[in-house]
């Protein structure tokens, strides 16, 4: 991104490439703030009492130094004439946008584009699905239903892990129990039946020892009103589902989301009763009080 910059009656505001600079007017390099996006709260159009118009900047951090003094919650007011009303609506919507962003919630993860299938002998085969299910343990009996998945699985979706399993909610016998971005997936070895579960309809996995078997272990996925519970001999199976589904479930719910504003209502209610508290016992005047306490109720998200 290009460098936008505004000149104003008492500063000098350049935006761009991942940085907000404010220069004193009349000087080459000092500067008021110069700090990552990241590091801001929000930006904000402000019109003053006096009829003044200002750019309001706030801070994560109350600690560093605005104008040779702390910050502590109090914006960075920037002066600006009436005709740069438009230009700066502008600049403040773009800052707002690159906070936004920098926010965003990014999970780490494997390269997971869906590979194009390949005729076999038995119909359609997918590298993912030859990977996972040879990642499981074997079982005898299991090649129908793996032969099933290859046909069940969409262009849109990645399959992640597979395991043979007893179903025992709901009941429906020995199947292949495969995850992938989008759905679990129960095939009944006998292929009489077949499951799914959307993602997004998963709140969390986990396994356990068997309650009927300490030889056994037992995958619960929990959909906020039922558990799924499965079975199978082999712990490594389903540990590897379970972390699948997981997995899944965050992909589909915090992936490319909003995080929540930092510092967050209950921060910023924590450090007003703070200074409430200082203040009656004399440690902070009123002059300071009612600076400070502007700053904290100023940078609540504005919706409260």
């Not at 605005?66 to 004439?81: C, E, W, Y």
């Not at 079975?231 to 389903?238: P, Y």
């Not at 589909?252 to 009656?280: F, K, M, N, Q």
Request: hydrophobic residues 45%; contains cysteine; negative net charge.
């Amino acid at each position: 991104m290009d460098i936008v910059e505004l000149r104003t009656p008492t500063a000098i505001l350049r935006h761009g490439r991942g940085r907000l600079v404010v220069l004193r007017p009349g000087t080459e390099g000092e500067a008021v703030l110069d700090v990552p996006i990241s590091d801001l709260l929000k930006a904000r159009l402000n019109r003053r009492a006096d009829d003044a118009v200002v750019i309001e900047i706030y801070l994560r951090d109350p600690a560093p130094l605005l104008v040779g003094v702390p910050a502590d919650r109090t914006p960075l007011p920037v002066l600006i004439a009436e005709h740069d009303v438009p230009a700066a609506t502008e600049i403040v919507a773009q800052l707002n946008t690159q906070i936004l962003a920098a926010r965003r919630v990014e999970i780490e993860q494997p390269e997971l584009e869906p590979p194009a299938p390949t005729w076999g002998r038995t119909g359609p085969e997918r590298a993912d699905v030859d990977t996972a299910t040879q990642r499981m343990t074997p079982r005898r009996g299991a090649s129908q239903a793996i032969a099933a998945l290859q046909r069940y699985v969409t262009p849109e979706e990645y399959l992640l892990e597979t395991a043979v399993v007893a179903a025992r909610v709901p009941e429906a016998g020995h199947g292949l129990l495969a995850a992938t971005t989008t759905r679990l997936l129960f095939i009944a070895l006998d292929l009489r039946v077949a499951h799914e579960l959307p993602v997004p309809a998963v709140l969390w996995a986990r396994t356990g020892t068997d309650r009927e078997n300490d030889l056994r272990t037992v995958l619960s996925v929990h959909d906020g009103f039922l558990t799924l519970e499965f079975v199978a001999g082999e712990r490594a199976d389903l540990e590897r589902m379970a972390r699948a589904v997981n997995f899944a479930v965050r992909l589909e719910a915090a992936h490319g989301a909003i995080a929540p504003p930092d510092p967050g209502v209950s921060t910023l209610y924590a450090e007003w009763e703070l200074l409430v508290e200082r203040h009656s016992l004399g440690m902070v005047d009123e002059s300071q009080f009612q600076r400070f306490g502007r700053g904290i109720l100023r940078s609540l998200p504005d919706r409260c």
